[in-house]
């Protein structure tokens, strides 16, 4: 299949990454790889997505550190960036939100595009458009061969996917709307659960299509908790995370004991407000 | 103040490549035996194998010392060495521990230094030891018939001391209670659980540099860089 028939595909990973570690990183080149080989994806693009404070889950520390530390874990990468938008809010942000956040930013800069860009004619295509003249307007002629916008899709682990079944976590309508409209590509490595979890709900199974499921072989893993309770018992992490992000946690003293402890008693946002919702 | 015994560990292995794994088990080691409160880890060495093991898809030497050497240009404490890989022969792993605390002994200082500063001070008379860094697995292999001559491995268990850092699948203190020889050494076999679960192996990032697929974050940049420039497990050449 030629690149231009191939549907562009830009992967958000959402999530704590409280610090972000290889494996964080890893989820991209997996899922790049995989979508990729299918012959009909481009991955053009990863963001990640740093969760806002409002989130209010234990132990997350400031957003600002959060974000910093995924710029400099992506500073070598040529495709993963980080985006700030969702930890900017001053509310939780759904996932929901964030996705549909992003493919209204790429509808709105592939039009900025399409106004910009000259009129694109391959070679041998004009006689096809002449022929075509007959039935279309003049001013349908003139408009450039446009191509489509990049899909945005949403990269979690499979820890991400079986929290959908964790009762007031989740919208249910959200669930639908994500892998319907949006999609989901999935590392796992018990692939059979993750199916399994599929199968067992009507919403998740109508949109199979649209939920990717990449097997990881080899176990990794490096958890952003274990990450964080080396650092509380003065052990090292270093390879696990890359040079930059370790030598920042470093530097301004991350993660403790006490840190460990923020928000511990409060609810989390999304319990708190589907609670809340379903109450009213 | 009780002083540590210092401690140099010694990984050997084919490193075809080197990956996040092997740089992990010297951290791992290293946190655990400072953590005992008596040991002090002053060093750490990358002995890339001899080509004449003839293990399959074996890249040559110099590379792998190279992108060893490269991994390491970020450590402060570890070094490859490449003495064993330019012997004429393959040579057997307690040969290249002999060799490594000979080294060790004549590079100790003739005379009594200053501290230094350092928090833990070194007993005047205190000998470094080396010991074998490796994976729980290597204990296994003691098993296997011939591969191992059993004067070595008393040797090794007895004269130098192991760092086992566990793998999933493999239960070192069963290997341990199987043999007769590593039971009567086993507080010279320091067992080192490694929390995070880890199966990078090279073979797999091997294999997936043959499939053309990403190995970012499963070994330094560095190394990855080097192994595209030197073209290096294509699959084309074995």
């Not at chain 1, 956040?101 to 592939?110: F, R, T």
């Not at chain 1, 964080?228 to 530097?251: F, H, M, N, T």
């Not at chain 2, 004429?88 to 100790?108: G, I, N, P, Y």
């Not at chain 2, 091997?206 to 970012?216: D, F, I, N, P, Y």
Request: with cysteine; charged share 25%.
């Amino acid at each position: 299949m030629e690149n231009s028939e191939k549907t562009e595909v830009v992967l958000l990973a959402c999530g704590s990454f409280n610090p972000i570690t290889n494996m964080h990183l890893r989820l991209f080149e997996l899922a790049k790889d995989y979508m990729n080989g299918t012959g009909k994806y481009r991955v053009i693009k990863g963001v990640i997505s740093p969760v806002g404070d409002a989130y209010k889950k234990k132990g997350l520390i400031s957003a600002h550190h959060r974000v910093i530390m995924a710029e400099l874990a992506t500073k070598n990468s040529e495709w993963v960036e980080v985006d700030t938008w969702e930890s900017l809010q001053k509310d939780w942000v759904e996932t929901l939100k964030v996705l549909r956040h992003h493919q209204e930013k790429l509808e709105a800069s592939s039009c900025d595009h399409q106004q910009d860009s000259p009129r694109l004619e391959r070679p041998g295509r004009k006689r096809k458009w002449a022929e075509q003249r007959q039935d279309f307007g003049q001013k349908e002629l003139l408009e450039p061969k446009t191509k489509d916008v990049p899909k945005v899709k949403l990269l979690c682990g499979a820890d991400l996917l079986e929290s959908f079944g964790v009762p007031n976590l989740w919208k249910s309508e959200d669930i639908t709307r994500i892998v319907g409209d949006y999609g989901l590509i999935c590392i796992t490595r018990a692939g059979n659960d993750a199916e399994k979890f599929i199968y067992e709900s009507d919403a998740l199974w109508k949109h199979r299509n649209n939920i990717h499921l990449v097997n990881e072989w080899i176990t990794n893993d490096i958890s952003s908790t274990k990450i964080r309770r080396a650092l509380r018992r003065g052990q090292s992490i270093r390879y696990l995370v890359p040079d930059l992000v370790r030598e920042y946690i470093e530097k301004h003293d991350l993660y403790s004991p006490e840190s460990e402890e923020r928000n511990v008693g409060v609810v989390l946002a999304p319990l708190q407000k589907n609670t809340a919702e379903a109450n009213s | 103040m009780k002083s540590r015994i210092p401690v140099v560990l010694l990984a050997c292995g084919s490193f075809n490549p080197i990956t996040n794994m092997h740089l992990r088990l010297f951290e791992v080691a290293r946190d655990h035996l400072h953590q005992t409160g008596m040991y002090k880890v002053i060093g750490g060495i990358i002995s890339p194998v001899n080509d004449n093991y003839r293990k399959k898809d074996l890249v040559a030497a110099h590379h792998r010392v190279a992108m060893a050497r490269l991994a390491l240009q970020t450590s402060d404490w570890i070094q490859v060495d490449p003495w064993e890989s330019e012997q004429a022969q393959w040579m057997e792993t307690v040969k290249v521990l002999r060799h490594h605390h000979s080294e060790l002994l004549r590079s100790l200082p003739q005379t009594e230094g200053p501290d230094h500063g350092r928090a833990h001070s070194l007993a005047p008379t205190a000998v470094p030891e080396l010991k074998l860094l490796c994976g729980a697995d290597i204990l296994k292999t003691f098993q296997t018939p011939n591969l191992w001559k059993e004067a070595h491995i008393q040797e090794i268990v007895e004269k130098f001391g192991m760092v086992c850092v566990s793998r999933t699948g493999h239960n070192p203190k069963e290997y341990i209670s199987g043999s007769a020889i590593l039971q009567r050494y086993q507080h010279n076999i320091h067992l080192v659980r490694e929390p995070v679960q880890n199966e990078l192996s090279s073979t797999y990032i091997r294999r997936a540099l043959c499939q053309g697929q990403s190995v970012k974050y499963l070994l330094p940049d560095a190394v990855i860089t080097y192994i595209k420039e030197h073209n290096l497990y294509t699959g084309d050449s074995s």
